[in-house]
């Protein structure tokens, strides 16, 4: 499905903007583990790992010699949208003015960039929505989401891909380290009956990513789970053949939520040759 080189291995040359997060350290680990080159970017100097290079997005400097890079997979951001509403001025700096200073940069320097962005910039009242639908954000971090998109779309058309996703699941997603956390502490596992998640996988992510930069596919893609489920459903998945962890958990109701959101997108990824 990719185009690895003669011996399997990758030979596209990548930078992951953003590698200590959910997904930037699973494609860190991924494309290692596949032997290609792949730099990172973090916030954290004191990691003193030589393939990290320090960048903050609300001051971005990005040192890097970019005729090293093919590709770079864009995972970095304030992503909670609790923390962007919170602090609306620090949270445009870094998801609009930061994100959007870096690829510019690694744009005209000849670097493919990905995008990643979320079905958030969807107000959730259509299921499965369309690629082509027309981005209706409700929330401050999906109006965040949706412009660096149509920045991207109009200035970078032939060099730049976006990735839209849908809730992404692995050990290090943030609401299942609670839960898991919950139970070492013999807790409840609290999960809510009246949210749906569309769950897909961080290798589903993986692979997707891997599709798109080797092959420079520019536009617009989306990736989505394939049903819409309450969380306490997913947490009953997550956890099915531990009776210890089904037994904790406790569906309850999200107040605030009157009318059940979509989460859901069409898959829409480059074809296979
Ligand atoms: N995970 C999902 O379910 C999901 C779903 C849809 C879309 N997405 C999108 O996919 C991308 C990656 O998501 P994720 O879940 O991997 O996010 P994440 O775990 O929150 O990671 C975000 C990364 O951005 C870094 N970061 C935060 N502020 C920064 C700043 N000022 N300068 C430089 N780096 C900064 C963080 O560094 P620290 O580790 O130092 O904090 C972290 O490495 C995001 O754009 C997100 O919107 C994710």
């Known amino acids: 499905m990719t185009s690895d080189g003669p011996r399997g291995k990758d030979e596209t040359r990548w930078l992951i903007v953003g590698a200590d997060g959910q997904i930037g350290s699973a494609l860190m680990n991924a494309l290692s583990q596949r032997g290609a080159a792949v730099l990172g970017t973090t916030r954290r100097p004191a ?25 770079a997979v864009f995972c970095a951001g304030m992503t909670g949208f609790a923390a962007c509403e919170a602090d609306p001025v620090l949270s445009h700096r870094i998801n609009v003015d930061g994100a959007v200073q870096v690829m510019d940069a690694l744009a005209a320097a000849g ?19 369309n690629v082509n639908a027309a981005p209706m954000p409700v929330s401050l971090y999906g109006r965040q989401k949706a412009q660096v998109e149509a920045h991207l779309t109009t200035r970078h058309p032939v060099s730049a891909s976006i990735l839209r996703l849908t809730k992404v699941v692995g050990p290090n997603a943030p609401f299942i ?15 809510f009956e009246n949210r749906l998640v ?19 596919s520019a536009g617009l893609w989306q990736l989505s789970g394939e049903a819409e489920i309450s969380f306490a459903a997913f947490a009953r998945q997550w ?25 859901s997108m069409q898959t829409h990824l480059p074809q296979a040759p």
Do not use: K
């Open 198 to 216: 569309c769950p897909v996988t961080e290798d589903a992510v993986v692979t997707a990513i891997r599709v798109i930069g080797q092959r420079r």
């Open 47 to 71: 990691s003193g790992e030589a393939r990290l290079i320090f960048l903050d997005l609300a001051e971005p400097e990005l040192v890097l010699e970019p005729s090293t890079i093919d590709v």
């Open 239 to 263: 956890f099915s053949g531990r009776p210890a962890a089904l037994a904790a958990i406790q569906a309850t109701q999200a107040p605030e939520v009157s009318s059940r959101r979509h989460g």
């Open 111 to 129: 670097v493919h960039v990905i995008y990643l962005s979320s079905n958030a910039v969807f107000d959730g009242s259509v299921a499965f929505v």
């Open 177 to 191: 380290r609670t839960w898991t956390l919950a139970l070492e502490q013999g807790q409840p596992i609290m999960a």
